[in-house]
């Protein structure tokens, strides 16, 4: 099956589809100008290590070196705009409403920023903060550390203990948020339909509700220009970007 008719038979899914859920990775935002982790060359993984920059201890070894990353990906993310992909799966939420669950890996916010809603964000987001420990419980604190009474620095750290600030993102070895995880197992679970797009689906538990979906009897399509890990849990592969197949698939 070409690439061609795979959109054309998977606009025909779409249409039949009563509850359709989509899984997106980084490969979601490419076209956004937002790198993904493990393109080569191109990819975060390729030029950062993640075991340095991407953990909890890494975090706690050199605060400074992590919380300027992050910094760094902030102020890149801070300009860009949410890609025709991002805005066709908004549009057709929008046209039918409690259709689509959208279920995403990535931090960039782009999904919310195009109007989705109900977004769930399995990784976090890169532009919250939270703070690394339970409050050390300082006088000062009462228990709570209050990010306005946090000193400036990198991290900034709370005035009255100590306690630091940290990128609101899932690290490597963390738990994923569980009302997001629970929810996106049950559309996996529920839907007649998942679209798999731009991810390499290489990090579970997020890939796993590809498997889930096809398991539970649902049609798996992944959409991307390339190979994944999610390939062989898929009934049609479209060798496609984001930002050009879902208008095709998603327009009225
Ligand atoms: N459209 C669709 N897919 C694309 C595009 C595009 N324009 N450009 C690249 N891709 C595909 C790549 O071929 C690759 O398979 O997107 C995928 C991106 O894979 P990764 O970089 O591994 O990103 P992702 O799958 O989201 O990573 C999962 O790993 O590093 C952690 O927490 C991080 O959420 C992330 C998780």
Request: proline share 6%; charged share 15%; aromatic share 6%.
């Amino acid at each position: 099956m070409n690439a061609l008719s795979d959109l054309v038979s998977v606009r025909a899914w779409v249409d039949e589809a009563r509850a359709i859920a989509v899984l997106t990775g980084a490969g979601m935002s490419a076209e956004s100008g937002v790198p993904t982790f493990r393109d080569a060359q191109t990819g975060l993984w390729a030029t950062f290590k993640p075991e340095e920059l991407a953990t909890e201890a890494a975090f706690r070894a050199n605060p400074a070196q992590v919380w300027d990353w992050y910094a760094s990906r902030r102020e890149m993310m801070k300009d860009v705009r949410p890609n025709a992909g991002h805005e066709a799966l908004a549009r057709f939420q929008q046209r039918h409403p409690g259709r689509l669950t959208l279920i995403t890996q990535n931090v960039d916010g782009l999904h919310q920023a195009a109007g989705s809603v109900g977004t769930l964000s399995l990784h976090g987001n890169i532009f919250d903060d939270v703070w690394l420990d339970p409050c050390m419980g300082a006088p000062g604190c009462g228990g709570v550390c209050a990010v306005s009474r946090a000193q400036p620095g990198r991290p900034p750290a709370c005035g009255d203990c100590g306690n630091l600030l940290r990128p609101g993102v899932v690290w490597f070895g963390e738990m994923l948020p569980a009302v997001a995880l629970a929810a996106a197992e049950d559309a996996a679970q529920t839907c007649d339909l998942m679209l798999v797009v731009g991810t390499s689906g290489a990090v579970w538990p997020a890939a796993g509700s590809a498997h889930t979906a096809r398991h539970n009897g649902a049609r798996v399509v992944v959409i991307n220009p390339q190979p994944s890990e999610l390939d062989d849990a898929a009934h049609a592969l479209v060798r496609a970007t984001a930002a050009s197949a879902l208008p095709a698939l998603l327009a009225d």
